[in-house]
């Protein structure tokens, strides 16, 4: 009897991951330019016109029922939510099929995860005790997967997939780290009509995704509800794309054996109804079998990968870029030197460049000496070590952070530098570090091919 049980996620990983490492490496060099571009109009004389475009407000509905926010809290409470939503859509996808579906593969990233956001809230806490400020230990508790995976993407083939895998496995850990952190740590007063509704929109999710719901609009619609729902609610209305994501069905209508035959079976009766001598317009009927086999590559294909793949470009070149345009632009008073006199900075600054590296490798070690995880394969201790300094590049979600964690504009701008100063610092370093390490790992290669016995 024929199995007609659905197939998870038919693309293979491999070729999915490698189409994600190179998207979001181009976007981590978009990133880094949007940033570079709002430091200096930030610091320039243009500084005002830089904070009137973010301040401008923009109204959306008519009379009573509208929203009114500025273009900076568009941004980040509105755009920033379909980022949260590809966030939670990878989030459910490693957790599926990815690197985080097997206890074993998983452990590694997690307990490295787990010790890159402790260790860093402690150093921020150290600093920070007993202060306002404290608010912020978040801050610098979060990877930026962009970055970090830029670093590896310039140093081409001579870093192994598997470390690749790793960082990307453990930036995802991060950032449901940091969407809890937000959720519960960063959550205003709560209005508990609007979380009823919200509950409500995502209930309704959920019963599409039990009838197998594959078009995007009912997913829209509905999303948008639960979206307004949240924003009233008190809780983070970004947090909303999480939970959303996770409403989406992760597996196909049809297997692959059936959308092959039933393609096959179309296309045949294509050739069939063609008129003789046909060249470049369809029948009628051909048009209704082109349609039908539209449908069938839309059955045939996960809707949790299908949004995922169509989203993921919008997100990271044109949704990341606007945040760092808006956000990254801090006007910097007495040089870089206040890191060091200021302990909001000081925190933010050593959380991410040392505490990243700190927690993340030490954590890691650990796991491996007791034997619940196993170093990526052909990856050098001094490569591993260099990713684990990348982890401390923040950026995105350290910022969004920032911006919750603090009611003072000061202490927001202070946070704001001490990531920044970090992220330059540990993008840099890590680069090196894992350069050095691959040409480590290239020579014990060659040492191996050279100690080989020549054939006769």
Not at 197 to 214: T, Y
Not at 269 to 279: A, M, N, Y
Request: charged share 15%.
């Amino acid at each position: 009897m024929q199995n007609s049980t659905p197939q998870l996620l038919p693309i293979g990983i491999g070729e999915r991951f490698q189409r994600f490492f190179q998207l979001e490496s181009a976007s981590g060099i978009l990133l880094l330019l949007c940033a570079i571009i709002a430091l200096i109009w930030a610091n320039s004389g243009a500084r005002e016109g830089y904070e009137a475009i973010w301040h401008q407000h923009l109204t959306i509905g008519l009379d009573q029922l509208n929203l009114r926010y500025s273009l900076h809290e568009w941004i980040n409470d509105g755009l920033m939510v379909i980022f949260f939503f590809v966030v939670g859509l990878e989030i459910k996808r490693e957790f599926l099929v990815g690197e985080l579906n097997d206890a074993k593969k998983a452990a590694l990233p997690i307990i490295g995860a787990a010790g890159g956001m402790l260790v860093p809230a402690l150093i921020y806490t150290a600093f920070n005790n007993g202060t306002p400020a404290i608010h912020g230990w978040g801050v610098p508790v979060a990877t930026d997967i962009a970055f970090a995976l830029t670093i590896l993407s310039l140093l081409g083939k001579r870093v192994p997939l598997g470390l690749k895998v790793f960082l990307a496995a453990l930036a995802i850990v991060d950032d449901l780290g940091a969407v809890v952190v937000i959720a519960i740590f960063y959550t205003d007063h709560l209005n508990f009509i609007a979380m009823g509704l919200a509950v409500l929109g995502l209930g309704i999710l959920m019963v599409f995704n039990r009838m197998n719901v594959i078009r995007p609009e009912p997913y829209a619609i509905v999303g948008v509800l639960v979206w307004l729902s949240v924003l009233q609610s008190g809780v983070h209305a970004t947090i909303a794309g999480v939970l959303i994501a996770l409403t989406i069905p992760a597996t196909s209508r049809i297997d692959v054996r059936d959308f092959r035959k039933d393609v096959e079976r179309l296309y045949k009766k294509f050739l069939v109804v063609g008129k003789k001598g046909q060249t470049d317009r369809l029948t009628h009927e051909q048009q209704d079998i082109v349609t039908s086999m539209v449908l069938k590559t839309e059955e045939v294909q996960a809707p949790l990968e299908r949004f995922e793949h169509a989203l993921q470009p919008f997100v990271s070149f044109v949704i990341m870029p606007l945040f760092a345009l808006s956000n990254a632009g801090v006007h910097i008073t007495g040089g870089l030197g206040v890191i060091f006199s200021n302990p909001v900075s000081l925190g933010a600054f050593l959380g991410l460049l040392l505490g990243k590296v700190t927690g993340v490798f030490g954590a890691s070690m650990l796991s491996i000496k007791l034997g619940l995880a196993s170093m990526p394969r052909r990856t050098t201790m001094l490569q591993f070590f260099g990713t684990a300094i990348a982890c401390g590049i923040g950026f995105t979600m350290s910022l969004f952070i920032a911006n919750l964690a603090y009611d003072s504009q000061e202490h927001i701008d202070d946070a704001k530098i001490g990531v920044l100063t970090a992220s330059a610092l540990a993008g840099i370093i890590s680069y090196m570090v894992i350069r050095a390490g691959s040409k480590q790992d290239v020579d014990v290669n060659e040492a191996e091919e050279d100690s080989k016995p020549a054939h006769a």
